[in-house]
Antibody
Framework: EVQLLESGGGLVQPGGSLRLSCAASGFTFSSYAMSWVRQAPGKGLEWVSG????????YYADSVKGRFTISRDNSKNTLYLQMNSLRAEDTAVYYCAKASYSSGCHLFDYWGQGTLVTVSS | DIQMTQSPSSLSASEGNRVTITCRAS??????LNWYQQKPGKAPKLLIYAASSLQGGVPPRFSGSGSGTDFTLSITNLHREDFATYYCQQSYSTPSYTFGQGTKLEIK
């Protein structure tokens, strides 16, 4: 059974930093790209960042580019998101999502339960 | 960036009814369109990928269609557990995926 378990969320002051983790199990982690998707309170879904299976390719939404860093440790089956210079508008539930590819289409077939990040003074 | 616009933003229906949700892309995205269902306090769940392919384990009362810029998600014979928020997502401009703003389906 595929499981994705996020951790590391919490309350942080504006300008502060936080590192999220996502522990994966039930599939060959090193074979799949992964992404972080966030959802501000009462709002829709926003793709934040993605990383390819080997970790050599990383991608970011313009809203977080230069402030967030995605990484992975395939030996530990864990995905990370280092978030620096946090702003109030970064407040959201952050989901990690397993990426897959079928019928020529990239998709997110499994999601974690999410971890809440609150940026407030 | 490709913008995704869903309509309506919300709708109400009764169990047993049929509903259709529309998603429009700001440019042609072929069939690179996925649909997700999200219930309150839960993670999104993949329903449909590549515009019309049903994800494993998803009931066949869910169906998707469309290509280019216009797509639809249809749900026939609504069950109580189908009342949720639905999101479309384009995967044409990878890896910069964008989602629609969501459509909340409520019980009438």
């Amino acid at each position: 059974e595929v499981q994705l378990l996020e951790s590391g969320g919490g309350l942080v002051q504006p300008g502060g930093s936080l590192r999220l983790s996502c522990a994966a199990s039930g599939f060959t982690f090193s074979s799949y790209a992964m992404s972080w998707v966030r959802q501000a309170p009462g709002k829709g879904l926003e793709w934040v960042s993605g990383i390819n299976s080997g970790g050599g390719g990383t991608y970011y939404a313009d809203s977080v580019k230069g402030r967030f860093t995605i990484s992975r440790d395939n030996s530990k089956n864990t995905l990370y998101l280092q978030m620096n210079s946090l702003r109030a508008e970064d407040t959201a539930v952050y989901y990690c999502a397993k990426a897959s590819y079928s019928s020529g289409c990239h998709l997110f077939d499994y999601w974690g339960q999410g971890t809440l990040v609150t940026v407030s003074s | 960036d490709i913008q995704m616009t869903q309509s309506p933003s919300s709708l109400s229906a009764s169990e047993g009814n049929r509903v259709t949700i529309t998603c429009r892309a700001s440019q042609s995205i072929g069939s690179y369109l996925n649909w997700y269902q999200q219930k309150p306090g839960k993670a999104p769940k993949l329903l449909i990928y590549a515009a019309s392919s049903l994800q494993g384990g998803v009931p066949p009362r869910f169906s998707g269609s469309g290509s280019g810029t216009d797509f639809t998600l249809s749900i026939t014979n609504l069950h109580r557990e189908d009342f949720a928020t639905y999101y479309c997502q384009q995967s044409y401009s990878t890896p910069s995926y964008t989602f629609g703003q969501g459509t909340k389906l409520e019980i009438k």
